[in-house]
């Protein structure tokens, strides 16, 4: 498949364990933050979201944790599985529509 | 609810040649942005479109350019194509009132465009 960062971090864990993908963001403004998976061959997939107002949020297996002090994002993947080997996306935005996109961590899953 | 279909998947085109892409966003998704994805740079944002307007634009040069219709399909096109856009365009669109910046955006698949 083709590849979408050839320079990517690479977070390797075993299958069942949980995984942890770490995001700075930039923008001291930014009100909206999103989580992306992207396999190979596809487009970004939505993961999950959570809006300045929050510091958390679940998912079925995964959860967003906000730090807006240290401009600081992460996911986290539970029991992680083969099926989430992929790159992982955050992305942030501050009411201009427009969105940025963090350089993305490659996950690995091992068995 | 079909997701959002991009035309063609792959392209292959010469230097100085042009090119339009296609997104078809999901039904009801009247905003329709434009992001360029390259290992080098990542996902760069190109523009955004929504009622038929450019409401917000990236740092690329003039020769990128875009367009929605009415059915708020969106096409792009690159002329005088050069080497270093050879790379992955996605369209994302986005939810139902497309008025707040929070609404989530959905990726297509992506058009792959090399050129020679």
């Known amino acids: 498949g083709e590849s979408v960062g050839l320079h990517l971090p690479t977070l390797s864990v075993q299958e069942g364990d949980n995984s942890i993908i770490n995001c700075a963001y930039s923008?001291?403004?930014?009100?909206?933050f999103i989580w992306y998976k992207q396999e190979s061959g596809k487009g970004p997939q939505f993961i999950i979201d959570?809006?300045?107002?929050?510091d958390k949020r679940q998912g079925q297996r995964v959860t967003v944790l906000l730090n807006k002090t240290v401009k600081h994002l992460s996911l986290q993947i539970a029991a992680t599985q083969p099926g989430d080997s992929a790159v992982y996306f955050c992305?942030?935005?501050?009411?201009?529509?427009?969105?940025?996109f963090g350089t993305g961590t490659r996950l690995k899953v091992l068995a | 609810k079909a997701g959002v279909t991009q035309t063609p998947r792959y392209l292959i085109k010469t230097r100085g040649q042009q090119v339009t892409l296609s997104c078809s966003p999901i039904?009801?998704?009247?905003?329709v942005s434009w992001y360029q994805q390259t290992p080098g740079q990542g996902l760069q944002f190109l523009f955004e479109?929504?009622?038929?307007?450019?409401?917000n634009k990236g740092n690329f040069p003039g020769r990128f350019s875009g367009r929605q219709f009415s059915n708020s399909r969106s096409e792009m096109n690159v002329s005088t194509l050069e080497l270093g856009d050879s790379a992955l365009y996605l369209c994302a669109t986005r939810g139902a009132s497309g008025t707040s910046s929070t609404d989530t955006q959905y990726f297509g698949p992506g058009t792959r465009l090399t050129v020679l």
């Open positions: 959570i809006r300045s107002n929050m």
């Open positions: 039904s009801g998704h009247r905003s």
């Open positions: 923008n001291s403004a930014s009100d909206y």
């Open positions: 992305a942030e935005t501050s009411g201009t529509y427009k969105y940025i």
């Open positions: 479109y929504f009622s038929e307007t450019q409401r």
